[in-house]
Every structure is written in C-alpha cells, then in structure tokens.
C-alpha cells in the first residue's frame, strides 16, 4: 500500500458513514478506479485550497459533506453543495471517466441514501433559521418569494415548524397558492412542475445523438428503449429545469387517466464537462438528463385519448424521484402526482413530454 492509501487508511478508516467506507473500500480495490482518481486529481485545479487534492482529502470532505444540510446561498447552485464539490473533478477526462463508471454510480447511490437519513432527521433542521445564510434570513426568503403565503408553515414555530430539511424541500402548498388556468378547458395545458424553460423541440425523432454539444431529443433513449416511445415520434417535448431554492413536487399537466407509470434507473451524474462556468455545467447538462439520468415517467390519457407523457428526470443531490400516483388513477389538472427528494428516496419506488394534438 503507497504513502496516500496509508493516510487514507489513518484518517479515515473509522467514523465514515457506511457507505462512503464502501466507496473508499471500491476505489482501493480497484486498481483502474483508483488510477483514475490519482489522475483526476492531478488534472483539476492545482493549488486551489478549495479542492481536495488527494483521495484522503476528498473522502472526509465527502464524508462531512453527508452529515450536514444544504445552507443558503445567494450563489446560484451554492445550494447544491454535492453539485458544487464534485464539479470540479467531472470537468477533468479522467474525472469525467470516474463519475460515469457504473461501479461508482452505484456506489453515490448508496451515499444518497445515507444523505436522505440525515436529510430526514431534527438535526438537519439547524439550517432553518433566519440567521446568515439559514433558509429563512432575509437574502433567502427574497429568492423565495410570498414563502409564507404559499407553503404550509408557520414562522412563530422553531424552523417555521419544518421538522427536518426534507420537510422543508418538499413543503407542500397552501390551498389555493397555485392556482390553475382554465381547469376545465382541455386546451390549456398547465405547467407540470414550477421551473425555468429549458428547451421546447418539435418533430422529435426515435433515435437522434444526444449526447453531442446541443443535442437533440432522442425519444428511445429517453424511454429506454420501451415501445411506448413510438407513439411520441413526431411530437413536442417541453423541457424545464428547477432552481435550488424551488418548489419540487410534480403535478398533472392534464386531466386523465393515468394509463402506466415507468421508473428508469440512471446514472448519478448525468453531465456534459465541456462549458466553462458552474451555471452553464449545470443548465446546459439538463438535456443530457433526461436521456440518462433517473427518471419517472408518468403516462395520462385525456379524454379524447391523447397520450401525455410527464418524465421527470432528477440530477445528483436532487437524483431521487417518487411517484404518488397509480396506474388507473383519474387525475385532475393540477393535481399532485410526485416529487423529487434531496440526497437518496427511502421509501418504495414506483419536464412534460407529448405528442401535442388539438385537444
């Protein structure tokens, strides 16, 4: 064992959560993973203090990373620490290489999951304060407009009376805080989620190379190769992305039938490497997501049989989806249909695309 696995094996080898000892364990075990990481090192920013520049380093910074909750931040993705600390080693070949590897992907799963404990327990609540950076001071309730009047809580209780920070990601609506446009015109099609525009493409293709610069949607890709895929050739895929400090529960664009659900498991890091800012890495790798990475697909039959497909596609720490709705079910517009979790979903495991018809 070199010099750098000694210290990794002095530092680390105790008080690591379970999973980040098996990540540690899989990379010194295999001698092309820990190539890849020695490299990658070696590849990103030499001498910024900021990036751990040695495996050691990296996993207690990953381990620490783990067992604490997401601060605000008036940077935009800041609030998306696992985004920001992996970020620099993806932009690197061998990084890159490191992250798509299936053996990692699995692994990060694994992390997520333990993330989503700490996620779920009072004392990741300590960052729901009004103090410098909590959740509630002044610069974040400014990016997070009329909070109080639209989400259940209640400003008088501890934390506003979120029991945890996954409490508070995935706050519901107060009645009547999201209201719907002609819910009874079957011509208005509603928003499915609260984002930003990302992409909005016609004539989609059965098969196209997404994986290029700009790429193009690529339906048996997005679907994984599932038949159903045929049936939306030639249709219209609307794509929107959400910001860190948004609303993240799912809701129907349609009303209808819901006619099939699909879960497709993906890669964890869903990334392209080559643009130059930490806004463009992200906003520019959402097409690349939704061909790759995890993603719920939620199928609605209109009453005069169109067929909407709602996929939502989660990225990194927002990589987990859960699906609140079954086959059979008859959904109004509006209604909620799931959600995406930060860190990994523990519980069972069950954007907008379709072809646009006149309906």
């Given at each position: ?239 929107v992305y959400l910001e860190p400090t948004g609303y993240h529960r ?110």
């Amino acid at each position: 064992m070199d010099f750098t696995k000694n210290v990794i094996s002095q530092t680390t080898s105790t008080n690591l959560n379970t999973s980040i000892k098996a990540f540690k364990s899989l990379i010194e075990s295999d001698p092309k993973l820990y190539k890849l990481t020695t490299e990658m090192f070696t590849q990103t920013r030499p001498g910024d203090p900021t990036i751990p520049s040695n495996l050691a380093t990296f996993i207690i910074q990953l381990n620490s990373l783990v067992r604490s909750a997401p601060v605000f931040s008036t940077q935009r993705w800041a609030s998306s620490p696992l985004t920001r600390f992996i970020e620099p080693y993806i932009r690197t070949p061998s990084g890159y290489e490191f992250f798509l590897n299936a053996k990692v992907n699995n692994a990060f799963h694994d992390i997520l999951k333990d993330w989503g404990k700490f996620l779920r327990s009072p004392e990741s609540a300590a960052v729901l304060t009004s103090e410098s950076n909590g959740w509630f001071s002044p610069d974040a309730l400014a990016n997070m407009r009329d909070f109080e009047k639209t989400f259940v809580c209640d400003p008088s209780k501890p934390h506003w009376g979120f029991n945890s920070w996954e409490e508070f990601f995935n706050r519901e609506l107060r009645k009547g805080a999201r209201p719907i446009a002609e819910p009874d015109n079957p011509g208005v099609v509603s928003a499915a989620v609260d984002g930003v525009t990302y992409k909005f493409a016609t004539n989609i293709k059965a098969k196209d190379e997404y994986w290029l610069k700009d790429q193009l949607y690529s339906l048996e890709d997005m679907l994984d190769e599932d038949p159903i895929a045929g049936q939306f050739v030639g249709g219209t895929v609307l794509q929107v992305y959400l910001e860190p400090t948004g609303y993240h529960r799912w809701h129907a664009p349609v009303s209808g039938v819901v006619v099939r659900t699909l879960e497709i498991p993906g890669i964890f890091c869903p990334a392209q490497r080559d643009n130059t800012s930490l806004d463009d890495w992200v906003s520019e790798s959402q097409g690349y997501a939704v061909h790759t990475a995890t993603r719920h697909l939620i199928f609605i039959e209109t009453e005069d049989k169109v067929l909407v497909c709602c996929l939502f596609a989660g990225i990194l720490e927002r990589g987990s989806c859960e699906t609140t709705v079954l086959p059979g079910d008859y959904v109004e517009k509006g209604q909620e249909l799931g959600m995406f979790h930060f860190g990994g979903f523990l519980g069972p495991r069950s954007g907008l695309i379709g072809r646009i018809q006149k309906i």
